[in-house]
C-alpha cells in the first residue's frame, strides 16, 4: 500500500503591505508554483491563501487567479480556511475569531466552489480554546506541527498519522507537520525527500504530511533559481509520481482512508522556534545554551519533550507596543458588539486584527514600521466610524479606563482631527496620536529592545561587501548573519517605552548621551505609573510623588503634569518640586514616527539625523503627511533630537531601520520647574 504524501502551502501577505513586495512574490513565487501545478497533471496538493492576499490576486493577477480555478474544478487543489486577515485566532475575541474564517470559508465556496474543512492556524499557535468555534463552522482538520504532540509527551516513533482531539464534546482532526520534510523541503535535493518519505513507510507510518510556507518556494534567499531555474519543483513533483510507495493526497481524502493513530491533548504551543522568539533576550540566549547542552548529553533525544520555550502571547509582554495594539483591538471589538452588522465597520476591525505586526522572530515582523502602520491605519478609521455610529460628539476625555489590560488605567480622548491615549502605568505620558485625516498614528514608535541574536551579531562583524553572503538554498533557520561597523554601532537598548512626555532628572542633558541612552537617571519618574489621575470638562491631571535618589539618598519630589486639549493642540503644564536642593538637568522626551525621514524638515532646514537648537518653538514638517507638529514653550530653551535606528533580523539578512524621531528639550534643575507649552499638530 502506497504512504499517502499530504503536502500543502500556506500563503500570506499583510493587508495592504508593500505593493511591490507583494508583485514581487507573487511573481517569484506564487505564480511560478501555481504553473509548475497546472502543468503536472497528476500533482494534488494543498493550499492555504490568506483572504488578502487571495483578493489581491484575483483583482491584481487574472492569470493566477484563473490557475487556481483550474486546479480547483479538476480536484488537484484542496484550500484551507484561516482567520480572513491572519489573526492568532485564539488572540481575538471568540466572535471575531469565528467572523474571520467564516469569511474566508464563504470567499473559498463563492469563488472556488469547495466546502472547506481544513484550517491553517496562524502561525501554528494552538489553544484548545478554539476547537468549539471552528468545529460549529464545520471545521474537521487542522494543522499543527509534529512539535506539538512531542511537547505533550508523545515519543516521535508514535506519530504514525493524524489524531482526534476534542473540547467541550467537539472533535477534530490534528495533523502533525513532519519537522524533518519542513526543513528538507525545498532545500535538499529531491531523493532526500523521498528517502526520508521511504524511511517513515517502512516504520509504519501511516501518513505523512508536508505543510509550510509557499514563500519558501521562491522568495526566501536563493530559492527563485533553485526551486524554478533548475527544476527542483518540477524534479519533485515528478520523483512523487514516479514513486510506487508513495501517493499525494489531500487531507480530508486522507480521513476517508486512513483511520486516526490516537487520541490527544495538546499544550497551548506553536512551533518549536517560536517558543525561543518569545521568550525575553536574555532567556532566549540561555535557551540556545541549554539546548546545545542537553544535544551533547544523555538526554539529547528528550530535549524537545522536556525543554520548552514561552507562549506567543509572551509577545505580548515583551513588547508594550505590540500589547497596545493588540489591546486597542480587543477594546474596540469588546465596545463595539451592537455594531458588528456593519461590514464596513467588521472589515476595519479584522484588519487591524492582523497577526504580524504583533511579533518578532526570524521574521521582521514588529520591526517593520510599514507593518504597524497597516495596522494602526484600519483601527483609527474604525474608531472614526465607530464614533459615527454611536453619535459620539467631539471633542470628548473619556472616563480612565483599562484598556490595555495590565491593572493601570489608561486616558482616552477623542477630537475631532486627532485623538490621544495617554498613560497612567508609564506617568502621564501620550502613547498615541492618531490623526483622522490621515490615519495614521504619529506615536507609532518602538523602543530599542535588546534581542538574543544580537550577541551572535556583534561578534560577527564584516565589511559591507562581505556582509550577507549566504550558501545556495539554505534554510533562513540555518543562515549565519554578519552585520557591519555602522550596524553593530546602532544596537542601543532603552530601559524605558519611547513615548511622549517623558520625564528624566539626569546628570547632564546633552546629545550623545541621550542618543546612547547612557546618560545617568536619577529620579522614579521615567518609567513608573501615576498616583491620581483626575479628568475635568477639557482637562487631565496626573499627579505622582516620587524621589531624586543622590548617594543612596532619596529626596522627595512631587510632580504633575496637566493637558489641556484643543482641536489641533495639547497646552501642557509640567511641575516639579524637590524638598531639597539638586544640581542636574530635567529633560522632556517626546518619540514621533513618520512614513518617510527623509521627507520631513526641522525649522525649515533639510533634515539631519542629530543636532541640537536654542529656541522656544522646535517644528517638524512632514511634506508626506503634510503636517507640521511643533513644541511650542514660553522661553527660549534648548532641544536635541536624533534619529531612532534599530538592528533587527529578517529573513533577508539584517534591517537598519529607521523607526522614528527623538525630540527632547531641557532646563538646569535645582529645586523646583513650572514649563508650560503648547504641542501643536496641523
Known amino acids: 500500500m502506497k504512504i499517502p504524501f499530504l503536502f500543502g502551502i500556506h500563503c500570506h501577505q499583510p493587508a495592504e503591505n508593500f505593493y511591490h513586495v507583494v508583485d514581487w512574490a507573487i511573481n517569484e513565487s506564487y505564480a511560478p508554483f501555481i504553473e509548475t501545478a497546472v502543468k503536472n497533471k497528476k500533482f494534488r496538493f494543498s493550499a492555504h ?45 471568540q466572535d471575531d475569531r469565528i467572523g474571520q474564517v467564516k469569511m474566508l470559508k464563504d470567499y473559498i465556496k463563492n469563488y472556488f466552489g469547495q466546502d472547506t474543512k481544513g484550517l491553517w492556524l496562524t502561525e501554528r499557535v494552538w489553544d484548545p480554546a478554539i476547537v468549539p468555534n471552528m468545529a460549529e463552522l464545520g471545521i474537521e482538520n487542522i494543522i499543527v506541527d509534529d512539535y506539538h504532540l512531542i511537547a505533550a509527551g508523545f515519543p516521535k ?130 535557551f540556545e545554551e541549554v539546548k546545545e547542552f542537553i544535544k551533547n548529553s544523555a538526554f539529547a533525544d528528550f530535549q524537545e519533550q522536556f525543554l520548552k520555550g514561552s507562549v506567543w502571547k509572551n509577545f505580548l509582554v515583551k513588547y508594550p507596543e505590540s500589547n497596545r495594539l493588540h489591546k486597542r483591538t480587543i477594546d474596540l471589538s469588546v465596545r463595539s458588539k451592537k455594531h458588528k452588522d456593519n461590514k464596513e465597520f467588521l472589515d476595519l476591525l479584522y484588519r487591524s486584527q492582523c497577526n504580524d505586526s504583533l511579533w518578532h522572530g526570524v521574521f521582521g515582523g514588529l520591526y517593520l514600521p510599514n507593518l504597524r502602520n497597516n495596522a494602526w491605519t484600519p483601527l483609527i478609521q474604525a474608531e472614526s466610524l465607530y464614533e459615527k455610529l454611536e453619535n459620539i460628539k467631539l471633542p470628548v476625555i473619556e472616563q480612565p479606563r483599562d484598556i490595555d489590560r495590565n491593572g493601570y488605567d489608561e486616558v482616552y480622548t477623542r477630537g475631532k482631527n486627532f485623538n490621544c491615549i495617554f498613560e497612567t502605568r508609564d506617568f502621564g505620558q501620550l502613547t498615541a496620536i492618531e490623526l483622522k485625516d490621515k490615519n495614521f498614528n504619529l506615536l507609532n514608535v ?162 539631519k539625523e542629530n543636532g541640537k537648537i536654542r529656541t522656544n518653538k522646535f517644528e517638524i514638517y512632514d511634506k508626506f503627511l503634510n503636517k507640521k507638529i511643533a513644541i511650542l514653550l514660553e522661553k527660549e530653551i534648548e532641544f536635541i533630537w536624533f534619529t531612532l535606528y534599530t538592528v533587527s533580523q529578517s529573513e533577508m539578512g539584517v534591517d537598519l531601520t529607521v523607526q522614528g524621531m527623538t525630540v527632547s528639550f531641557g532646563v538646569p534643575f535645582e529645586k523646583n520647574i513650572n514649563i508650560k507649552g503648547t504641542l501643536i499638530i496641523g
Open 49 to 93: 491563501y490568506s483572504g488578502w492576499l487571495l483578493e489581491y490576486i484575483r483583482t491584481h493577477r487574472e492569470d493566477v487567479f484563473n490557475n487556481l480555478k483550474k486546479l480547483s474544478d479538476e480536484g488537484r487543489i484542496e484550500f484551507f480556511t484561516g482567520g480572513f486577515y491572519e489573526p492568532i485566532l485564539s488572540a481575538i475575541p
Open 157 to 286: 516513533e508514535s506519530l504514525t498519522g493524524y489524531f482526534t482531539t476534542e473540547q467541550d464534546g467537539c472533535r477534530v482532526n490534528l495533523f502533525p507537520i513532519d519537522m524533518g520534510l519542513r526543513y528538507l523541503t525545498p532545500f535538499k535535493p529531491t531523493e532526500e525527500v523521498v528517502k526520508h518519505i521511504l524511511e517513515a513507510k517502512s516504520k509504519n507510518v501511516k501518513l505523512i504530511s508536508c505543510f509550510d510556507d509557499g514563500e519558501k518556494f521562491g522568495v526566501w534567499p536563493n530559492t527563485y533559481d533553485w526551486v524554478y531555474k533548475k527544476g527542483w519543483l518540477k524534479d519533485f513533483i515528478k520523483a512523487i509520481d514516479t514513486e510506487k510507495e508513495i501517493e499525494f493526497m489531500h487531507y480530508d481524502e486522507a480521513v476517508k482512508k486512513v483511520r486516526p493513530s490516537g487520541h490527544v491533548y495538546l499544550p497551548i504551543t506553536s512551533y518549536e522556534e517560536m517558543g525561543q522568539w518569545s521568550l525575553f533576550a536574555d532567556y532566549a540566549a540561555k
Open 446 to 607: 518602538i523602543s530599542r529592545k535588546k534581542e538574543a541574536y544580537h550577541i551572535k551579531l556583534l561578534k560577527n562583524i564584516k565589511e559591507k561587501n562581505e556582509n550577507k553572503v549566504q550558501e545556495e538554498t539554505a534554510s533562513i533557520h540555518d543562515m549565519e548573519y554578519s552585520i557591519t561597523q555602522e550596524e553593530a554601532d546602532r544596537i542601543i537598548y532603552d530601559w524605558y517605552n519611547k513615548n511622549c512626555f517623558i520625564d528624566h532628572f539626569m546628570d547632564k542633558f546633552q546629545l550623545e548621551t541621550f542618543e546612547k541612552c547612557s546618560f545617568r537617571e536619577f529620579s522614579d519618574f521615567t518609567n513608573q505609573p501615576a498616583d491620581l489621575v483626575e479628568v475635568k470638562d477639557n482637562n487631565i491631571l496626573f499627579k505622582r510623588s516620587g524621589g531624586i535618589y543622590i548617594d543612596d539618598k532619596m529626596i522627595k519630589t512631587s510632580m504633575e503634569k496637566s493637558y489641556t486639549l484643543e482641536d489641533n493642540k495639547i497646552n501642557f503644564n509640567i511641575k516639579a518640586k524637590a524638598l531639597e536642593n539638586v544640581a542636574l538637568d530635567y529633560a522632556c522626551e517626546f518619540n514621533f514616527h513618520f512614513a518617510d525621514v527623509s521627507q520631513i524638515t526641522v525649522n525649515n532646514e533639510e533634515f
